[in-house]
């Protein structure tokens, strides 16, 4: 028998749908209801891996860890990775199947429906409930009709669809009116709720607009949640480092690490431990002007490593960069950013583009060579050389690699850690790559400063460069923590006798 299912739909990209689904899941698990997160197709640069080394959506590695579950590609079988803007890497079932422009992979969507039922089936087959995210907006007209992530997967799995709109940007009530108008009569039939999300304001002043759009669409709203502050869960994509470009300079007692934000960043969330810290502001920046003076500057991942260092020198910023490391200043460049900070990036079959050759920053005596093999790999490493990531020598740490370009080091090269174990399986192989002043530091490790020795040691460093009295390593709040504060905010905002009626656990 399979379980039942509920869908969270969107008036728009960017309203909380994953947010709300990872509350869910929580929710009904701490209910006893053995629940499971999927999005048939996800458009994202954050990625996870599982612990079978497949790639899936960050955001559904998130949903099932709210739900208590290992991550499996089941619940994300399509990831599109964007090269640029008209083309992406197809991920399917966690394994990349080649880079697609937009028009041929909306040409190839209908011959991805068998997987993504099947991938469906056995979640639902698996579990008790399962709570099912679309993508952007159902009403994408133009869209419809190879639709693979919206009404067309609400029908396979017989879903009631809860309509999400984000109150925070304005025009919800709009937005909620527009889309259900777009929708064609039988799609429209399967939304069973609206949901106002990120409310910051008196709701006893929304409830005229409450009653009101219930009136006029003769849809119920479910609940309004309220704006969750300074979430410890990872966002889908960049679209959120919109509100986190802290223009502002930090005060004096303060530290501030700059990340440059690449035009295809991903997994920038690798920093978001850091965003917790005490006396810590983390800015995304794209601009020289605000690189320049950070008391670190972090190049981040990228999935078009080549393009993205093309506009770093386009932008200056690479001279600020070369400039902070000859002055001593630290540097940290995590998977493509280690790329750029190499001394040269080979691309002779055209795996991540069509520039055969081009020169890194030259920091780093390590060169990559990409390769259509991809490493997506969780793995296990420990501190092999001394830097201002590490304060002791085999100090050992977790993280996870996803990249297709394998680095070699040149010279005399040290590695700031040795990684043990892939997905594993035990291996070593040197990470990375030190500078001859310590000051420049690469690594193709994710996930580096979950680790609290990592973040201990880096802070320490920074702080004494600094001249700053260390307050000790923040105790974060824990994923699961964060979790149950979520589901919390959202269980007390919405209609729990309807939910669960709509999720047929009533």
Not at 354 to 368: E, F, K, N
Request: charged fraction near 25%.
């Amino acid at each position: 028998m399979l379980a039942p299912t509920i869908m969270i739909q969107g008036t728009a990209s960017s309203v909380g749908k994953s947010l709300l689904v990872t509350a869910l899941c929580r929710l009904f698990r701490n209910e006893g209801v053995r629940v499971a997160p999927f999005k048939a197709q996800n458009m994202a640069l954050n990625a996870a891996v599982t612990a079978d080394g497949l790639e899936i959506g960050r955001a559904q590695a998130v949903q099932a860890g709210a739900a208590g579950l290992e991550p499996s590609a089941d619940m994300n079988p399509i990831l599109l990775k964007p090269e640029g803007d008209r083309r992406s890497q197809v991920v399917v079932m966690g394994k990349p199947i080649g880079s697609m422009s937009a028009v041929d992979y909306h040409a190839h969507k209908p011959a991805l429906l068998d997987t993504i039922a099947g991938a469906l089936t056995r979640l639902r087959t698996a579990h008790e409930l399962v709570i099912i995210e679309g993508a952007g907006s159902p009403a994408e007209i133009n869209l419809r009709d190879r639709d693979i992530v919206n009404m067309r997967i609400a029908h396979l799995a017989d879903a009631p669809v809860l309509l999400v709109g984000d109150i925070d940007r304005g025009g919800v009530f709009a937005a909620f009116v527009g889309t259900l108008e777009l929708l064609e009569a039988a799609d429209r039939a399967r939304v069973a709720a609206l949901v106002v999300n990120k409310f910051r304001g008196d709701l006893a002043l929304l409830q005229p607009g409450l009653d009101f759009i219930t009136a006029r669409t003769g849809v119920p709203v479910l609940g309004v949640v309220p704006h969750v502050p300074r979430l410890r869960i990872a966002d889908e994509d960049s679209v959120s480092l919109e509100d986190r470009a802290v223009r502002r300079r930090p005060g004096a007692d303060q530290l501030d690490i700059a990340v440059v934000r690449l035009p295809r960043i991903s997994n920038h969330d690798d920093v978001e431990p850091l965003e917790h810290e005490p006396g810590v502001v983390v800015r995304f920046a794209d601009r020289a002007a605000e690189v320049q003076g950070a008391d670190l500057v972090i190049l981040p991942g990228s999935k078009s490593t080549a393009a993205d260092l093309a506009w770093l020198r386009a932008s200056e910023i690479d001279q600020v960069i070369v400039a902070r490391a000859r002055a001593g200043e630290p540097v940290l460049g995590i998977c493509g950013g280690c790329q750029m900070l190499g001394e040269v990036l080979d691309d002779p079959d055209g795996v991540e583009s069509d520039i055969a050759r081009v020169a890194g920053l030259g920091l780093l005596p390590i060169a990559t060579r990409f390769t259509a093999a991809k490493i997506t790999a969780q793995v296990r490493a420990r501190a092999a050389a001394r830097s201002f990531l590490t304060a002791d020598r085999d100090d050992e740490l977790t993280g996870y690699e996803i990249h297709m370009g394998a680095i070699t080091q040149r010279g005399a090269a040290r590695s700031p850690f040795a990684i043990t174990t892939r997905n594993g399986a035990a291996t070593q192989v040197a990470d990375g790559a030190i500078d001859a002043t310590g000051a420049v530091v690469g690594t193709m490790i994710h996930g580096l400063f979950e680790n609290a020795s990592v973040r201990a040691s880096l802070l320490s460093y920074l702080r004494g460069r600094k001249g700053l009295a260390s307050p000790g390593v923040a105790r974060i709040p824990t994923r699961q923590a964060e979790y149950d504060r979520l589901a919390a905010a959202v269980g007390d905002s919405l209609d729990r006798d309807l939910l669960r009626r709509l999720a047929r656990q009533r």
